[in-house]
């Protein structure tokens, strides 16, 4: 049985706070996540209402799949400083598996580092309070920006799935991205915190 840790914290880093995702928070995120650009390369569309990101993020803020066999961990992400919501970033952990890792910003906080270091600090809490062995993020083979972050970040390409979905009128390759627990502690060994 998975054990929730730190499922409720607030975490931080230099620019942001990763608040807990609760149905509060459809509100503020609704009109970043509307946003068409971010759903280019993923199957999803935007919400079509607070109401329905409301209802979502409801099922979500349990924290566990129904039947126990997952824990979802879901973050807002806001900026510090200016006090604004930007995204959203989540890992999904399921007992003798990789966790997965999926982030969503609105385009107009790509490119300035902040899913870099979002990202940074869920893995932190992932390989060390979760005490993951591995993480893995699947990606468009076509979404660039989000394939070099992960390389970025220490991930390894490891497959190359063709055709693995089928949307917005077009078939969709994907990328298998891994880092392991191992890699990542020789990675942060000398790096400061986010």
């Not at 099922?59 to 510090?80: H, I």
């Amino acid at each position: 049985m998975l054990e929730l840790i730190q499922g409720d914290a607030i975490l931080t880093t230099a620019r942001l706070c990763l608040e807990p995702l609760t149905p509060q928070h459809a509100r503020q995120l609704f009109p970043i996540l509307t946003d068409h650009q971010i759903y280019t390369y993923i199957p999803d569309d935007p919400p079509t209402d607070v109401a329905s990101l409301t209802a979502r993020y409801q099922q979500l803020a349990t924290r566990a799949s129904p039947e126990g066999d997952e824990l979802w961990l879901n973050w807002a992400l806001k900026r510090r400083h200016e006090a604004d919501y930007i995204g959203v970033v989540q890992a999904t952990l399921t007992a003798n598996q990789p966790a997965y890792l999926a982030y969503l910003l609105g385009s107009a906080f790509w490119r300035h580092g902040y899913a870099q270091e979002a990202c940074t600090r869920l893995l932190m809490l992932l390989f060390g309070s979760y005490r993951s062995a591995c993480v893995q993020a699947e990606v468009d083979t076509r979404n660039q920006a989000s394939w070099t972050l992960l390389e970025r970040l220490g991930f390894t390409r490891t497959a190359l799935r063709p055709a693995a979905d089928y949307f917005k009128g077009s078939s969709s390759d994907e990328y298998t991205y891994e880092l392991t627990k191992a890699d990542w502690q020789r990675r942060t060994a000398s790096q400061p915190e986010p």
